[in-house]
């Protein structure tokens, strides 16, 4: 899939996180993601896939159960961001947003 594709995927879920106090788009890894706060939790990157920043340890759980990779950056792996493909489908991006949102509106200053 294409980063166009994802990103109409995640423009498709992103409408219930956008009716949330302080949630946005901004740019993020020459993308557009959105934010909570001016932190951003989501974005589509430029493989088609979803990804997103949550807690190390949950993380770690997702992949463990294979359904998110780590997400790896000029050849270093990142603790927190994870993607997720397009084929895993709306629930599933949907489901993986809220958790993103949850972290980053728990670790965000107000």
């Known amino acids: 899939m294409t ?23 901004g740019a993020i890894f020459g993308s557009t993601g959105l934010r909570v706060r001016g932190k951003v939790f989501a974005v589509a990157n430029h493989a088609g ?9 949950r993380a770690d ?5 294979g359904a998110v990779t780590r997400m790896v950056m000029r050849g270093r792996e990142m603790r927190e961001w994870v993607t997720m493909p397009i084929e895993a489908g709306p629930d599933n991006w949907r489901e993986l947003l809220s958790e993103a949102y949850d972290y980053l509106d728990e670790i965000t200053p107000r």
Not at 7 to 16: D, M, N, T, Y
Not at 49 to 57: A, T
Not at 61 to 65: G, P, Q, R, S, V
């Open 3 to 25: 980063r166009e594709a994802a990103q109409a995927l995640l423009e498709q879920v992103a409408s219930e996180f956008l009716q949330k106090p302080g949630v946005d788009w």
């Open 49 to 57: 896939d979803l990804m997103v920043k949550i807690s190390e340890s």
């Open 61 to 65: 759980e997702l992949i463990a159960d």
